[in-house]
C-alpha cells in the first residue's frame, strides 16, 4: 500500500535554518542510514530472489532521476540525520552514469559515508572509478567457490566476474571489503567453511545472511532455511570462532554478530534476520527506486516522496512528510507472528 503523504495536519514547528530533526519513531529509535535503491533491474535471476524469466521492471519515467536523488539525499543529511547511503538495487551498477551519481553525492556537505551492495558483475572495469569518485566501500553478493553452483543458484555463468570484481575492489582501496553469502539447504550449505576460509585468505570480511522472505515467487519456507545455529556449528566443524568482547561492545545498530576467527585478527559476521531479529537497535530507512520510503524491509506500507518532488513541494514539506513516515515504523517485522505476510514488494524492487 503507498501512502500518498502532503502537509500533515498536525505536526510540531518546522526547525530553524540550519537545525537538524530526528527521524524518529515511536519506540525510540532513529534513522540515520539511508539504503538507496537506484534500479529494480537485475542481471542475475537468484533462486531465492526471482524467477528465471525475471519480473515487469518499472518504467523509466517511473524512476527517479539522478537530480530527484541528490535533491532527497540532500534533504536527508542536511535536515534529518542521515550520516550513511548505501547504494542498492536491484543492481545498481546497471545505473546509467552511477560515478557521476556518486560524485554528486559525495560533495554533499555534510558529506554522508558512501557504501553500494552489488552482486560484482561488471565491478572489475569500474572500482577504481568508483573510489576517484567518492565511494567508500563496497559489499558484494557471492553465495559459492563453485562455478557450477553459481549457475545453478543464479541460472548465470558470471562466477569468474565476480571474483575479479571483488579483487579490484580490493586493489581499490574499497575498504573493509564485505562479501555476502546467503546459503540454501541441499545446494551450497556444505561450503560454508570453505567460503571462510576463503574470505580469510583474500582479506575479505564475510557475513553469512538468513534466507529472508522477500522471494518475489513467495516460496520461502522457515523449514528450509539455514538458520545462523547451523551457520555456525558448520563453521566450528573446522574453526574456533569466539565473540570479542571489543566486538559485541561496538555492535550498536550493525546488523551482524562478529566472530573472531581464533588465530586470526579476523572476523566472520552472521546476519540472523529471522531467528534472531534486531528490530530494536534499526537504524535504517529505506528508498525505492520509484520514490517510496519504506521503513523496514518487510513492511507493507510505503509512504510517497516522489509525488511530492514533482508536485512542486518544498524542501520542507518533503522533511515533514518524511519525518511522519518515520514516526509510523512498526516496533518489529514480525516474522513469527502467525499473521505474518511477506511484502508484495520482492527484495529487487525494495533495495538491501
Keep these: 500500500m503507498t501512502v500518498l503523504l502532503g502537509l500533515p495536519g498536525l505536526r510540531a514547528p518546522r526547525p530553524g535554518v540550519g537545525e537538524v530533526r530526528a527521524l524518529a519513531d515511536a519506540y525510540g529509535r532513529v534513522a540515520s542510514d539511508l539504503r538507496l535503491s537506484l534500479t529494480d533491474r537485475c542481471n542475475l535471476r537468484c533462486t531465492y530472489c526471482m524467477p528465471a524469466e525475471g519480473l515487469d ?67 572489475a572495469p569500474r572500482a577504481a572509478g568508483l573510489a576517484a569518485a567518492g565511494l567508500d566501500r563496497i559489499n558484494v ?29 580490493r586493489a581499490a582501496g574499497l575498504a573493509p571489503l564485505k562479501m555476502n553469502t546467503v546459503l540454501m539447504r541441499g545446494v551450497n550449505d556444505h561450503e560454508a ?35 545462523a545455529a547451523e551457520i555456525l556449528a558448520r563453521l566450528r566443524t573446522e574453526f574456533d570462532l569466539v565473540v570479542d568482547p571489543a566486538h559485541a561492545a561496538a555492535r550498536g545498530s ?33 528508498l525505492t527506486a520509484d520514490g517510496q520510503i519504506r521503513t523496514c524491509l518487510f513492511a507493507r506500507e510505503e509512504s510517497d516522496l516522489r509525488s511530492l518532488l514533482r508536485g512542486g513541494a518544498d524542501d520542507a514539506t518533503i522533511a515533514d512528510a518524511w519525518v511522519v513516515a518515520m514516526a509510523g515504523k512498526q516496533p518489529g517485522h514480525g516474522i513469527d507472528d502467525p499473521s505474518f505476510l511477506q511484502p508484495d514488494r520482492p527484495m529487487s524492487a525494495i533495495g538491501g
Design 254 to 286: 550493525a546488523p551482524a554478530e562478529l566472530f573472531r576467527v581464533v588465530g586470526t585478527q579476523q572476523t566472520v559476521g552472521v546476519i540472523a534476520s529471522v531467528t534472531q531479529p534486531f528490530c530494536g537497535s534499526c537504524d535504517r530507512v529505506r
Design 141 to 169: 553478493s557471492l553465495d559459492t567457490l563453485d562455478p557450477d553452483v553459481f549457475a545453478r543458484m543464479t541460472r548465470r555463468r558470471r562466477h569468474g566476474d565476480v571474483l575479479e570484481g571483488i579483487r579490484a575492489a
Design 193 to 227: 567453511p570453505a567460503l571462510l576460509r576463503w574470505a580469510l585468505e583474500e582479506g575479505v570480511q564475510l557475513r553469512f545472511i538468513e534466507q529472508m522472505p522477500l522471494d518475489a515467487q513467495h516460496g520461502w519456507r522457515r523449514t528450509e532455511m539455514v538458520t
Design 57 to 123: 521492471w518499472l518504467g523509466r519515467d517511473e524512476l527517479l532521476d539522478d537530480d530527484e536523488i541528490v535533491r532527497l539525499v540532500q534533504i536527508g543529511v542536511e535536515r534529518l540525520g542521515i550520516t550513511t547511503v548505501r547504494l542498492t538495487g536491484g543492481e545498481p551498477l546497471l545505473r546509467r552514469g552511477l560515478e557521476g551519481l556518486v560524485t554528486r553525492l559525495a560533495s554533499l556537505d555534510p558529506r554522508p559515508a558512501l557504501a553500494l551492495t552489488t552482486n560484482g558483475i561488471g565491478l
